[in-house]
């Protein structure tokens, strides 16, 4: 299950990535905001970030105009490793290496064509689990620097 989130910046693209799963097949569940009135980011970064740490849904996407202001408050929960991908690159190399639990991305900074492929990627791309990736994690779960 994934876990959807977003404030009014963001509304447009989630209707956009809501499409993109629906279309694949894939399930998941919107925890708002619901139109484009504007909202404070933190309230939706934190319901989904909640979503996963309690293991209802696996992965989660978040959605504001540049995506960082929501990415840094879903990283204050503990067990949340958000990442801000603004590329195909960035997305498989997150996954892949800090077992990123959330993609974040900027409504204003990318189209919807571009997004997607960066979805796409984020969902598919498994972590490596090679020692020292498992390490790393661990050293940020575990405040171990
Ligand atoms: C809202 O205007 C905007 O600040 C928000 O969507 C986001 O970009 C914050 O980081």
Redesign the pocket.
Same mark, same amino acid.
């Given at each position: 299950m994934i876990a959807l989130g977003s404030?009014? &910046? &963001?509304f447009g693209l989630k209707q956009e990535v809501i499409k993109h799963l629906q279309e694949k097949g894939l399930e998941y569940k919107d925890y708002g905001s619901y139109d484009e009135k504007s909202c404070d980011?933190p309230v939706y970064a934190k319901k989904v970030a909640n979503a996963i740490v309690s293991g209802e849904c696996d992965k989660g996407i978040l959605i504001? &105009?540049?995506g960082? &202001?929501?990415s840094i408050a879903a990283n204050k929960v503990k067990g949340i490793r958000a990442a801000l991908c603004h590329d195909v690159f960035s997305a498989q190399a997150t996954r892949e290496h800090n077992d990123a639990n959330i993609l974040a991305m900027?409504a204003?900074v990318i189209g919807p064509g571009h997004a997607l492929k960066i979805v796409d990627t984020f969902l598919e791309t498994e972590f490596s689990n090679e020692e020292r990736h498992v390490r790393r994690v661990g050293m940020i779960e575990n405040d171990l620097t």
């Open positions: 404030d009014q &910046g &963001g980011y504001c &105009g540049t960082i &202001g929501i900027g204003r």
